[in-house]
Structure formats: structure tokens, C-alpha cells
């Protein structure tokens, strides 16, 4: 269970964020990663060269390191959420020229190789995405990806049976399950969802008025199932007003994740483990500026890829969020 936005502000910054909601224990920190650094493939072993330096979030565990969003020197940004019952890592058929990266090493690879979209769709015809067992949950986990960069462009990248597509994502959201496609169309279903509501109504000559406000919100879901948490974000994120610069934008960017942030209990798995939300972070792409609070501590933290001097000789942990 995640839910991931994107926000322009009127001074033209895009701002990228997430809520990372998961019922497996995880102890999430900020690294900077160097230009030029060099890792493991999980898949093979072969040495992988980043071209670009950046900030993200993730987690070490028995020698893997990887992310769950960040933002490169470029102002671009991504973000993994799960994607159960849909993504398919061996769909399509592969070719020698294709570079086989393991899916929870994805968002490293694009972050350390794109600048920009554009550049993400040219570097995803020579990639193929490779279901590979993780050392959080132990599973090769279900995942699909949110990128944006600082011009606003947007894409959902899935792999499913169809094999590996990239969507442009005019609406600036993603949820989970199911596939991207498939939220789209659901929005159709809540057409009628306004911030202004009918003020009378008359049936059979009875005259009707609302209760207060928010008459035109009924329409909403109200669950945390990804269905419901993406359309109400979809509906907020469009009827806010639009940021007048950088302050009010992380404060819109916070406030639209409230209404889809899990509290502990709300939802309980199947493997008695609750499922709520760890942390919500959002990246100013045009500083490459992360501002974040955990469920624990409510208090606003900030890090900013620039505050540390370039180039970084290796691979920065800055600690837990």
C-alpha cells in the first residue's frame, strides 16, 4: 500500500513525493550517492556505473542496498510501489542486448542513469526488469514505478503480462493494484465529485437543502484500498489551489497525503502485521530537497542533495528518517 503524487507550483517547480505505507518492519535512511559510484548487479554481478549523483531513501540489509524514491543532480525523481497480482517479471521475450536489472534495483539504476524522462523511455528499450528476491520481505516483490522530472513530465512504468510499458500520467498520481490503465478509467466513475454542492433540490414538491458543506464530496470513497486512496487523490491534487511558490507547495503536497495516510490499525494483513503508513516524503526537484515526517515523529525533517560537497568520494549514509 503506497500512494505517490505529483505538484507544480506557479514558479514552475515539481514537486515529487509519497507515502510509504507497508506492514514489513523496514528502517528506512537517507544516502547520497556519488556520480561515477559503482555497484553489484544482484542478477549477475556485473559492475554497474552510475552517471548522475543523488539522494534517496532506502535500506541496506545483508550487503543490498535499495531505494524507495529519490532524486538525482538532474531534478529527476522516482519512486517503487507495490503492484501485487499484476506485475509479471517474465513477460516479453528478451534479447542479448538487453540489460537485465533486478526489480527491487530499478530505481537505483534510473536515478544513477537518467537525467530527464525522455531519457528514461530511450534507456528502457535496452532494459529488461528481472524478478529478483528481495532482503525485506524475503519475496521477489510486485512492483511498478512513479518518474517525474522537473519539468513536470510524468510516467507510470509496468511490467505486466503485456511486457514493459511506460504511460504518460497526466493526472500526477499513483496507487497500487490494479494496473494504471485501470485507475484512469475507475476516475470516470466519480465525474460528479465537485468542491461546490447543489443547494436545492425539490422531489415531489418537497424541498430539499444539505446538511453544510462538502455535499459535493459524497460521492468520494472513503476506504484505504488503492482504488479509494487514488482517486481522492486525484480529486484533491486537482481542486487545490495551485501553490503561489515553494512553501505553500510542500504544505499542499503534506496536507493532500492526509487523506490517504494509513494510521496503524486501520488495516491488518493477512500475516497479522499492520499496514499503515512508515513515512511521507516530497522532493523539490529543482533543489533536489527532501522534506519528510515518519509515523513516529510528526516533525518535519529537510535534507538537500546539494548541502554536501560534490563529488562525494563514496556512497553517504546520513541516517535514519
Not at 507515502?19 to 528502517?27: A, G, L, T, V, W
Not at 547520497?32 to 553489484?40: C, K, Q, R, T
Not at 528481495?134 to 522537473?150: E, F, I
Not at 499492520?274 to 511521507?280: A, E, L, M
Given at each position: 500500500?503506497?500512494?505517490?503524487?505529483?505538484?507544480?507550483?506557479?514558479q514552475g517547480?515539481?514537486?515529487?513525493g509519497r507515502?510509504?505505507?507497508?506492514?514489513?518492519?523496514?528502517?528506512?535512511?537517507?544516502?547520497?550517492?556519488?556520480?561515477?559510484?559503482?555497484?553489484n548487479?544482484g542478477?549477475?554481478?556485473?559492475r554497474i556505473r552510475?552517471?548522475?549523483?543523488?539522494i534517496?531513501?532506502?535500506?541496506e540489509?545483508?550487503?543490498?542496498?535499495?531505494?524507495?524514491?529519490?532524486?538525482n543532480?538532474?531534478?529527476?525523481?522516482?519512486?517503487?510501489?507495490y503492484?501485487?497480482?499484476?506485475?509479471n517479471?517474465n513477460?516479453?521475450?528478451g534479447?542479448d542486448?538487453q540489460?537485465?536489472?533486478?526489480?527491487?534495483?530499478?530505481?537505483?539504476?534510473?536515478l544513477g542513469?537518467?537525467?530527464n524522462v525522455?531519457?528514461?523511455?530511450?534507456?528502457?528499450?535496452?532494459?529488461?526488469?528481472?524478478?529478483?528476491?528481495?532482503?525485506?520481505?524475503?519475496?521477489?516483490?510486485?512492483?511498478?514505478?512513479?518518474a517525474?522530472?522537473?519539468?513536470?513530465?510524468?510516467v507510470?512504468?509496468?511490467?505486466?503480462?503485456?511486457?514493459?510499458?511506460?504511460?504518460?500520467?497526466?493526472?500526477?498520481?499513483?496507487?497500487n493494484?490494479?494496473?494504471?490503465?485501470w485507475?484512469?478509467t475507475?476516475?470516470?466513475?466519480?465525474?460528479?465529485?465537485?468542491?461546490?454542492?447543489?443547494?436545492?433540490?425539490?422531489?415531489?414538491?418537497?424541498?430539499?437543502?444539505?446538511?453544510g458543506q462538502?455535499?459535493?464530496?459524497?460521492?468520494?470513497?472513503?476506504?484505504?484500498?488503492s482504488p479509494?486512496?487514488?482517486?481522492?487523490t486525484?480529486?484533491?491534487?486537482?481542486?487545490i489551489?495551485?501553490?503561489?511558490?515553494?512553501?505553500?507547495?510542500?504544505?499542499?503536497?503534506f496536507?493532500?497525503?492526509?487523506?490517504?495516510?494509513?494510521?496503524?490499525g486501520?488495516?491488518i494483513?493477512?500475516?497479522?502485521?499492520?499496514?499503515?503508513?512508515?513515512?511521507t516524503?516530497?522532493?523539490n526537484?529543482?533543489?533536489?530537497?527532501?522534506?519528510f515526517?515518519?509515523?513516529d515523529?510528526?516533525?518535519?525533517?529537510t535534507?538537500?542533495?546539494?548541502?554536501y560537497?560534490?563529488?562525494y568520494?563514496r556512497?553517504?549514509?546520513?541516517g535514519?528518517?
Amino acid at each position: 500500500m503506497c500512494t505517490a503524487i505529483t505538484l507544480q507550483s506557479k514558479q514552475g517547480e515539481t514537486f515529487f513525493g509519497r507515502n510509504m505505507d507497508f506492514s514489513y518492519d523496514i528502517e528506512p535512511h537517507l544516502y547520497i550517492v556519488p556520480s561515477g559510484y559503482e555497484w553489484n548487479n544482484g542478477l549477475n554481478g556485473e559492475r554497474i556505473r552510475n552517471r548522475y549523483r543523488f539522494i534517496g531513501i532506502g535500506q541496506e540489509l545483508d550487503g543490498l542496498l535499495g531505494f524507495f524514491d529519490g532524486v538525482n543532480e538532474m531534478g529527476f525523481a522516482a519512486a517503487a510501489l507495490y503492484f501485487a497480482g499484476y506485475a509479471n517479471y517474465n513477460s516479453g521475450p528478451g534479447n542479448d542486448q538487453q540489460e537485465s536489472i533486478a526489480s527491487f534495483e530499478f530505481l537505483h539504476y534510473i536515478l544513477g542513469r537518467c537525467s530527464n524522462v525522455e531519457e528514461l523511455q530511450q534507456l528502457l528499450r535496452r532494459v529488461k526488469i528481472t524478478g529478483l528476491e528481495d532482503p525485506v520481505t524475503r519475496t521477489v516483490a510486485p512492483l511498478h514505478w512513479l518518474a517525474a522530472d522537473k519539468s513536470g513530465n510524468c510516467v507510470v512504468i509496468e511490467q505486466t503480462d503485456n511486457g514493459l510499458e511506460v504511460f504518460q500520467n497526466p493526472i500526477g498520481v499513483l496507487a497500487n493494484s490494479p494496473d494504471f490503465k485501470w485507475h484512469m478509467t475507475n476516475l470516470r466513475n466519480y465525474m460528479e465529485a465537485s468542491p461546490v454542492q447543489t443547494e436545492e433540490a425539490s422531489w415531489g414538491g418537497y424541498r430539499l437543502t444539505p446538511f453544510g458543506q462538502a455535499g459535493g464530496t459524497e460521492i468520494l470513497p472513503g476506504g484505504y484500498t488503492s482504488p479509494s486512496r487514488f482517486v481522492r487523490t486525484s480529486y484533491l491534487k486537482s481542486f487545490i489551489p495551485v501553490p503561489e511558490n515553494r512553501n505553500e507547495a510542500v504544505i499542499s503536497c503534506f496536507h493532500i497525503m492526509e487523506s490517504v495516510t494509513v494510521p496503524k490499525g486501520a488495516v491488518i494483513t493477512s500475516r497479522n502485521q499492520y499496514d499503515y503508513t512508515r513515512y511521507t516524503a516530497f522532493i523539490n526537484t529543482a533543489t533536489c530537497e527532501y522534506f519528510f515526517k515518519t509515523y513516529d515523529n510528526i516533525q518535519l525533517g529537510t535534507a538537500g542533495l546539494f548541502e554536501y560537497a560534490a563529488p562525494y568520494p563514496r556512497l553517504v549514509n546520513l541516517g535514519g528518517i
